[in-house]
């Protein structure tokens, strides 16, 4: 005869490891879900490397000096690809009530348009933003937004 006090026991503890084994099939569950969340981010972190990539301002070399180079302005493009500077001269030229000459850009922007030697940069970057089709220069030597 079985002793009721063991089969008590056997079946107690069968008890015990049918819960612990519905746990094992939540963690192996949760475990397979966080798998596939590892993937998805590492191929959205990989996607989101490559279109930030694109988008910075290739760095060039001149004269041994590292210098960024401002792209020409293609259709579909958008300032964004510009850098920060660059972004903030079309915004204050953009923002004037017509065409700006250069030391109202400079009031806009917070450069020191008193002392010309901190006014000729702007005026290089405002002539660099008209070379790559980003602005106009009107023949009396003010700037605008293209249309």
Same mark, same amino acid.
Do not use: C, N, W, Y
């Given at each position: 005869?079985?002793?009721p006090?063991l089969?008590?026991?056997?079946?107690?503890?069968? =008890?015990?490891?049918?819960?612990?084994?519905?746990?094992?099939a939540? !963690? +192996?569950?949760e *475990?397979?879900?966080?798998?596939?969340a590892?993937? !998805?981010?590492? /191929?959205?972190?990989? @996607?989101? =490397?490559?279109?930030?990539? @694109?988008a910075?301002?290739?760095l060039? @070399?001149?004269?041994? *000096?590292?210098?960024?180079?401002?792209?020409?302005?293609?259709?579909?493009?958008?300032?964004s690809?510009?850098? %920060?500077?660059y972004?903030?001269i079309i =915004? =204050?030229? +953009?923002?004037?009530?017509?065409?700006?000459?250069?030391?109202?850009?400079?009031?806009? !922007?917070?450069?020191?348009?008193?002392? *010309?030697a901190?006014?000729?940069?702007? /005026?290089?970057?405002?002539?660099? %933003? !008209?070379?790559?089709?980003w602005?106009?220069? @009107?023949?009396?030597? /003010?700037?605008?937004t +293209?249309?």
């Open positions: 005869m079985l002793d006090e089969l008590e026991r056997i079946t107690a503890r069968r =008890a015990e490891l049918d819960e612990l084994e519905g746990q094992l939540e !963690v +192996r569950a *475990r397979d879900e966080l798998a596939v590892e993937r !998805v981010l590492e /191929r959205v972190s990989e @996607q989101l =490397a490559d279109e930030s990539a @694109q910075v301002p290739m060039g @070399q001149v004269g041994g *000096r590292a210098v960024m180079l401002i792209p020409h302005r293609e259709p579909g493009a958008d300032e690809m510009l850098p %920060l500077d972004r903030r =915004a =204050a030229v +953009r923002q004037a009530a017509g065409p700006v000459m250069a030391r109202e850009v400079g009031e806009a !922007v917070g450069v020191d348009v008193s002392v *010309r901190k006014l000729e940069p702007l /005026r290089s970057k405002l002539v660099r %933003l !008209v070379d790559r089709g602005l106009r220069k @009107q023949p009396d030597g /003010r700037f605008t +293209r249309l």
